[in-house]
């Protein structure tokens, strides 16, 4: 049995191993290095179109899970994207940044009361 080990971008790396008894195989080093898979990591084994397809998966924390929720991480892309188009800002002081944040809070607020007389009419 041959296994392939592909990256995502798609670059050939090819190697032959052989499956030894209790079924178990060595990836060779430049596949480790190439996936950057080190000892102790686990790897995702499946079969497509009669091929055993692997991929590396890092475990986590479980205190640290929630980083990782599809909601986090739409925050983060989000957050990158400010960064990236300069809707940052900045404060000389902590109490001058809470401040801000508070005056951001109090418009809210108001633009929503205004909206709900709005629509109350």
Do not use: C
């Amino acid at each position: 049995m041959a296994v392939q080990v592909r990256k995502k971008t798609e670059e050939k790396l090819s190697e032959l191993v052989q499956v030894r008894k209790k079924a178990q195989i060595t990836l060779p080093q430049s596949v480790r290095k190439e996936l950057g898979i080190e000892e102790g990591d686990f790897l995702d084994i499946r079969v497509e179109n009669g091929e055993a397809v692997l991929k590396v998966k890092k475990l986590i924390d479980k205190d640290q899970a929630w980083f990782w929720t599809r909601r986090w991480q739409e925050g983060e892309r989000e957050a990158e994207a400010d960064i990236r188009a300069g809707r940052v800002h900045s404060f000389p002081t902590f109490e001058e940044g809470i401040e801000f944040l508070h005056e951001q809070a109090r418009q809210y607020d108001k633009e929503q009361a205004t909206k709900k007389k709005k629509a109350a009419k």
